[in-house]
T-cell receptor
Framework: TQLLEQSPQFLSIQEGENLTVYCNSSSVFSSLQWYRQEPGEGPVLLVTVVTGGEVKKLKRLTFQFGDARKDSSLHITAAQPGDTGLYLCAGEADRGSTLGRLYFGRGTQLTVWP | KAGVTQTPRYLIKTRGQQVTLSCSPISGHRSVSWYQQTPGQGLQFLFEYFSETQRNKGNFPGRFSGRQFSNSRSEMNVSTLELGDSALYLC?????????????FGPGTRLTVT
């Protein structure tokens, strides 16, 4: 059973389109990270959100942490082929019980066609 | 600052053999986590070491073991390899200090068991 559920699992879109990826859980997280992974490489940290309701922007990428700190979304505006990759969300649970542990979703594989 | 390095990058082994993978964390990072990544299961947590002590452990059989040295470098060992152990093994390091726990990944070791 995955603690974090990501949707959709696969997304194939044309360049210029907008998209949103979701990361949901029934658990509360003290922080949540988003990573992007390209084939044959390790995941690269994109952003960390900490406060419920927090919104962070990274160029065309907008990340939001849910008010209850149980879910998050990643919105990409005007997607480009360079955005292609596996997007992973990871949550840090309550430190008292699982110090030093991130829980990962299965990821969303995004393909942007020129 | 140099990133996380993993050696070797690629490895081919035969069923029944054992293998040792190495990870050098970012300078100053005291926490090292190991993950197994396969297309079907996503990122599966193996274990986490902090200051030479295993602090967290995932649900993997005892054939998977690890250790951390005083310089924070870590090794992971898999004994009696099975075909299902073929995967990308990722190492991630963290300062594990402060309020937020962020991990920085290495490029991974691609293990193929034949």
């Amino acid at each position: 059973t995955q603690l974090l559920e990501q949707s959709p699992q696969f997304l194939s879109i044309q360049e210029g389109e907008n998209l949103t990826v979701y990361c949901n859980s029934s658990s509360v997280f003290s922080s949540l990270q988003w990573y992007r992974q390209e084939p044959g490489e390790g995941p690269v940290l994109l952003v960390t959100v900490v406060t419920g309701g927090e919104v962070k922007k990274l160029k065309r990428l907008t990340f939001q942490f849910g008010d209850a700190r149980k879910d998050s979304s990643l919105h990409i505006t005007a997607a480009q082929p360079g955005d292609t990759g596996l997007y992973l969300c990871a949550g840090e649970a309550d430190r008292g019980s699982t110090l030093g542990r991130l829980y990962f979703g299965r990821g969303t594989q995004l393909t942007v066609w020129p | 600052k140099a990133g996380v390095t993993q050696t070797p990058r690629y490895l081919i082994k035969t069923r029944g053999q054992q293998v040792t993978l190495s990870c050098s964390p970012i300078s100053g990072h005291r926490s090292v986590s190991w993950y197994q990544q396969t297309p079907g299961q996503g990122l599966q947590f193996l274990f986490e070491y902090f200051s030479e002590t295993q602090r967290n452990k995932g649900n993997f059989p005892g054939r998977f073991s690890g250790r951390q040295f005083s310089n924070s470098r870590s090794e992971m060992n898999v004994s009696t390899l099975e075909l299902g152990d073929s995967a990308l093994y990722l190492c991630a390091s963290s300062t594990a200090a402060g309020r937020i726990y962020e991990q920085y990944f290495g490029p991974g070791t691609r293990l193929t068991v034949t």
